[in-house]
């Protein structure tokens, strides 16, 4: 009898039937596809937020610029008299420092640009004048003031470039 266990222990081990063989591939099929699911599902979700973002990504910086606004219709309904002029200057000076906080505080900087070396990356050339008090080809006017946000430039400032005077013989 025990010749007969030693034999069995040196069979080889039994090969897996074709019925065994087909239900592992179908199983492996099913979990394929599932994930093959759960993937797109996935996916589209990832596209449904993205949009949601672009769609309402402004929203926090739109309900903190609402009550700067409403500063601002209030001072337009005043009513603006001789006496009153100057407190309606003051209330609407009070009002842009409200707002260059507000873009501050969302990462929106001003650039400096009159007086420094034209840059083309952050001025935009509308004209040039000869001018005799700064170096040719700094920025001696802006018409439009040049904004940053965090380290992104969102609008170069529109200039007057500063040129050699004419010279006179």
């Not at 040039?128 to 439009?144: C, L, T, Y």
């Amino acid at each position: 009898m025990s010749d007969n266990k030693d034999n069995k222990a040196h069979e080889a081990p039994e090969e897996k039937t074709s019925n065994d063989l087909q239900t592992e591939l179908d199983k492996a099929k099913r979990d394929y596809l599932y994930l093959l699911a759960e993937f797109d599902n996935y996916r589209k979700q990832a596209i449904k937020e993205r949009s949601e973002l672009t769609k309402f990504g402004s929203e926090r910086f739109i309900r903190d610029f609402l009550g700067v606004f409403d500063n601002f219709e209030r001072a337009l309904e005043s009513d603006v008299t001789a006496e009153s002029l100057h407190s309606f200057r003051d209330g609407v000076q009070m009002i842009a420092s409200e707002i260059r906080t507000l873009l501050q505080r969302y990462g929106v900087e001003e650039i400096k640009s009159e007086g420094e070396t034209f840059d083309p990356s952050k001025h935009e050339a509308l004209s040039s004048e000869p001018r005799d008090d700064m170096p040719a080809g700094h920025v001696a006017r802006v018409f439009k003031k040049a904004y940053k946000m965090h380290d992104k430039l969102i609008r170069p400032a529109q200039v007057t470039v500063s040129s050699a005077p004419p010279t006179v013989n």
